[in-house]
């Protein structure tokens, strides 16, 4: 099992993209509502492993990044009638640890969704790499805040629904470089189409990238994948196949037309990367000489003369 | 073996071999011992497989001899003679025959064969692709060795032959300590080293060793003068008997101390002399007291004049000792460049050389302030290109304005709004169940070991020959494509051979081999690669042949 002395932080980061999920809803085939039950009875099940397992969970959404949980304190008085829920939540002989996380998660998400669900909220992407930030950044200060005397184990699981956004990609990468150094552990739970960016992240990182199907079943493929932590999962067979290392894209993109390239041509004074050739290096203007095709050449010059004699 | 016709040089008996007595023939090409009672020799060797002799020490009570053979295998023989005087002249006479006839007999081998046969003991695998190249005929032993590699390293070794010399021992001469034997006198060992370290020391000793030993001094003789000499005793001053060897030497060295002297120093950072300024060099201290006259002017006591001649002493002998050094690598022209005056005049390139060592030797790098390293600045005109990354292909270009996407989210805010978390009814256990078939199958596609690993076709046997076969064609192929391009008439014959190597190879021994794995009932065609790189072989060949019979 885990070292005694690891701790382990698991940090959720929940894709609450309203247009998708709208479409979605729309067209009959996913329910945020039932998708956030599927995720509290799963970090339900995360905290019942440990008794000092931490979590936390991030809600990404098209203009903003929220904690669900643990929730910020807030400078405002408490509602009576949110008073009278939690009392009632109190009251009915719920594991106290669930019962906080459960109601933290469902109040400040309604708060979100409430004011979340406006005209300038349209976008067709949610801020993945801003909550991944944000995630790293709590990882770290609860590192510190554990004092040393415990290592943290941390990871990230990535719920995502929207697609990618090629003005993320930037922010993105080095996010997952940063993860990276931090040892911290990115996995991907895809719930729309295949995302190439969580594909590297968890390549790199050595996460799981894990795409689920249908989600009738989405609680079971959190639970049978996601629960344990990242270097438990090598000792299973499954895990271990299914998450071993496929054709992920690491193709560069050509600074001139933003496409990837394979096979391309690397400026050496800037590095910039071209998928054509140019004399000048349009980023820093340096001159370069034409590559020499003079082999396929010398050897008709040499054919010549042997034909000829 | 019975009794050969040959001549009997010696015969000893009472000599045990193997705690049986017997007795110990030396004839004329072999030495053989035949036990007590029988006729014929349990032990003979030819003295061509002797390689050396050893006897035991001479306090040991047991005499015995023993003969080492080529094989490194040693057979014992003790004299058990009652009279153990007899019984070491029998050694006696058995060495110095043996000592005889050994090197008649020696057969000189080629250091470098005994060292390639170590090399094939050594290492299996090259013996066993020598066995399978050489032995069978397919390449010659010369080319085998040619291009190995770890032959290489056996001749590389032999250049490194020229061995790195030690330097003269700064104190040889106190290593000679004497022992007093007894009665007034002394004792001093003289090893070969120390007589060469004095010999490279002293060359004006080795000059009178060369004049008078051994036709007017035998040996003993001339070291007794030495030690008696100068060189040895600090407080022999000069003594102009000429019964004294070493007498004139001593004037020599005291015009070798003066020329010295006169070379002055050559680096000016350490020439003391230069310190003329308030004469630093002649204060206390410097070996001058305040209260003494100067030197020069006052005459100088016995004590006095006797540590000076230590010092002059000392210092002759370490500039003899360093001198040996110098002279060993040809550096003579080096100690004696022209010494113009005191140095007076300096050219530019000493100056500058002279500001250089100065400046090194004051700074320290780690103590000066973070240098701003020179780097040149990168000029990029377009800096915005950098933070962009690939438009992504799987863009769905939908209309965001859409009614579809405001009456989703219209759907979205009901929904939440009236969220209750149901956590009990998330799960059918149907669903449950596909869910884990599906992910527990990337299990059954691919197993650890698939059926087609060859440890499932092979024998062990079979895999073994399999390695061995590579091993001898990848040999034979590295010989064939380093010939190209044939350049030279060798390399042209060495591709016909080496094709002609090839094809036989390809005859016997993998043909053989494929036979009998389809008498095993193999049907894997487990040497289709060899058959590959066989062909690539051949064709090169075949293409090889026809540019040349068109030029």
Known sequence: MANEEERQLLVVIFDVNPVWWGIKSLQGQAQITKCLDCLLVFVNSYLMLRHDNKLAIIASHSTKSVFLYPAQESNQSPDPSKASTSDQAGGDCRYEHFAKVDDSVTDKFKELMRDGCEKNDIRRDSLIAGSMAIALCYIHRMQIESHGNTKLNARILVIKAADDAASQYMSFMNVIFAAQKERVVVDACILGQDSGLLQQACDMTSGMYLKVPHQDAFLQYLLTAFLTEAELRKESLVLAQSSRPREVDYRAACFCHRSLVDIGFVCSVCLSIFCQFSPICSTCETAFKPPVQASKSRKKRRALPANGT | ?551
């Open chain 2, 1 to 551: 073996t019975a009794m050969s016709a040959e001549q009997i040089q010696l015969l000893i008996s009472q000599v045990r071999h193997k705690k049986r007595d017997g007795s110990l023939y030396l004839m004329s090409e072999r030495l053989a011992w035949c036990p007590e009672g029988r006729d014929h020799f349990d032990v003979s060797h030819l003295y061509s497989d002797i390689k050396c002799q050893k006897v035991s020490p001479e306090g040991k009570a047991k005499i015995q001899l023993q003969i080492i053979l080529l094989n490194e295998s040693s057979f014992v023989f003790h004299f058990s003679n009652t009279n153990t005087a007899e019984g070491k002249s029998d050694r006696e006479k058995v060495k110095t025959l043996l000592a005889q006839m050994l090197p008649k007999f020696r057969r000189t081998i080629d250091k470098e064969l005994e060292e390639k046969n170590k090399l094939l003991q050594q290492d299996s695998e090259l013996f066993q692709t020598y066995k399978d190249l050489v032995v069978s005929g397919v390449i010659s032993p010369e080319e085998f060795w040619n291009s190995h590699s770890s032959v290489r390293k056996l001749s590389s070794s032999k250049q490194n032959l020229i061995a790195q010399k030690v330097g003269v021992s700064a104190g040889f001469l106190a290593e000679v300590r004497p022992q007093s034997d007894g009665c007034n006198g002394l004792r001093y060992n003289l090893t070969s080293d120390t007589i060469h370290s004095i010999f490279s020391t002293y060359p004006a000793v080795k000059r009178k060793y060369l004049e008078n030993v051994p036709d007017k001094l035998t040996e003993k003789d001339f070291w007794t003068m030495f030690f008696q000499s100068h060189y040895f005793h600090r407080d022999r001053t000069a003594q102009s008997s000429s019964k004294d060897l070493f007498a004139d030497c001593v004037k020599k060295d005291e015009q070798d101390i003066l020329s010295l002297l006169s070379l002055g120093v050559k680096d000016k950072f350490n020439d003391l002399t230069y310190l003329e300024d308030g004469d630093s060099a002649q204060d206390e201290g410097y070996g001058n007291t305040l209260n003494e006259p100067l030197p020069g002017t006052a005459k100088p006591s016995a004590s006095q004049i006797a540590h000076k001649n230590i010092i002059k002493r000392f210092n002759h002998q370490n500039a003899m000792i360093l001198s040996t050094s110098l002279r060993f690598f040809n550096f003579t022209n080096f100690v004696t460049q022209e010494k113009d005056g005191n140095g007076v005049t300096e050219t530019d390139g000493e100056v500058v050389i002279k500001k250089a060592r100065l400046k090194d030797a004051t700074t320290y790098s780690d103590l000066e302030s973070p240098h701003s390293s020179n780097e040149a600045m990168l000029n990029i005109q377009k800096n915005e290109r950098y933070k962009h990354g690939p438009t992504l292909v799987c863009q769905a270009h939908q209309e965001l304005n859409n009614d579809n996407v405001r009456e989703g989210m219209r759907i979205i805010s009901s929904q939440c709004e009236n969220y209750k978390p149901r956590l009990s009814q998330v799960l059918k256990p149907s669903n449950a169940a596909n869910a884990l078939k599906e992910l527990s199958s990337g299990m059954s596609s691919s197993s650890q070991t698939s059926e087609n690993a060859i440890q499932h076709i092979l024998s062990q046997t079979q895999q073994d020959e399999l390695k061995q076969l590579y091993a001898s064609l990848s040999e034979l192929l590295r010989h064939f494509w380093t010939c190209f391009p044939a350049n030279t008439t060798f390399l042209q014959e060495k591709v016909n051979r080496m094709c002609h190597s090839i094809e036989t190879f390809q005859q016997t021994r993998l043909r053989v081999f494929q036979d009998q794995l389809r008498r095993s009932m193999v049907h894997a065609n487990v040497t289709e690669h060899l058959d590959d790189m066989i062909s690539a072989a051949f064709a090169k060949f075949n293409s090889w042949q026809s540019k040349k019979t068109r030029r």
